[in-house]
């Protein structure tokens, strides 16, 4: 299969399965200028696909990095209103949204921690109702990602510059089972395995998780009307997307108040450009305690500060070590590819699709059946071949579900 090929196969992936786009549908993409020619392949495949209208908003990493720069610190505490109308308008008429990620790793490093967190905030706050309306799953939307020479050079810098790219597209094309037959039926039968073993979790009822690893000792309860999903989601009209491209994950919402102990990342985290890495977190009744890192401490302070809910867990999430992205062996220094190599937990706002009858509350009423609240939600990936986590019971009897950082069941 030529390189072409693939990409044709990437692109119909990301149209006909991530958004699964609809007749007369408007698409907004969200994406940077590193991505131009792909980005022009889904907009024609989108067209072909029934779609009305397709937005692209194209960010340019160097001016995004100027802007963090020379802007007076007042620019972070705002947020522009078109910017809020826009989404407002997606959502109001049925739409879908879509992120071509090639994020550089390392954009913002150097910036200051508070600059980062005020614009984190300042756009969290403003964009309540598009959080809200993407983490109900009110409206498809997907991520997906392509190279970026930065990027690239990052993740193969042992190779020659001419190789690095061809080594990361390969490898994302890998992760989408692109190269492997028809890509679009590997997908389907791939999330037929993960609904399966969400429906095994939903069976089993469990009403405490226990992880025990080098570093981390974390039991985390889970609300009574708990639901396991797999990436495979669906909009209340019936349509199904997947949110993540890649996706190896089962996950579900933790209690907020309910998690106890400690637990160590095993992969750094990128977070605003930077760099989180070699950090432990202590729960005290779901409340995050005591933060320690080697590398981005203000930042991993400035994150858990953002506002209340940020100190909480959100989501949890199965990844087995054994999966196509681990055993790659190959450190993304991207969440969307990392954290479906490692078990992971997420810091501040829960899913209420993954609780029974949440989804159509208010943000306000969440918290009173045991969801957390926030504008952030940061993936952080715990997960290693020296894993172990039991399931517990309401009446206290364990039962293993993952053993030496693979599936036990």
Known sequence: MTFQEKLEQYADLTVYVGLNVQKNQTIMINTTVDTIEFTRLVVKKAYEAGAKRVYVNYADPVQTRIHFEMAPDEAFTEYPEWSVVQRDEVINTGGSFLWIDAEDPDLLTGIPAKRLSDSQKASGKALERYRQAVGSDKVAWSIVAIPSQKWAQKVFSELESDQQMEALWEAIFKTVRIGEGDAVKKWQEHIDTLEKRAG???????????????????????????????????????????????????????????????????????????????????????????????????????????DKGAAYLGEVALVPHHSPISDANILFFNTLFDENASNHLAIGDSYPTCCEGARDLERTQLESIGLNTSIVHEDFMIGSAEMNIDGIREDGTKEPIFRNGNWAF
């Open 200 to 306: 095994l979790l939903n069976d089993r009822r469990f009403e405490k998780l226990h992880y025990t690893a080098p570093g981390t000792d974390l039991t985390i309860a889970l609300p009574e009307k708990h639901i396991w999903m797999s990436g495979a989601s669906k909009t209340p009209q019936g349509n199904p997307f997947i949110a993540n491209m890649p996706t190896e994950e089962v996950y579900t919402v933790p209690l907020k108040y309910g998690v106890e102990g400690v637990v160590r990342n095993t992969k750094p985290l990128v977070y605003q450009g930077n760099i989180i890495d070699g950090f432990t977190l202590t729960f005290e009744k779901g409340k995050i305690v005591k933060a320690q890192a080697a590398s981005g401490q203000e930042l991993l302070d400035e994150m858990i500060a953002s």
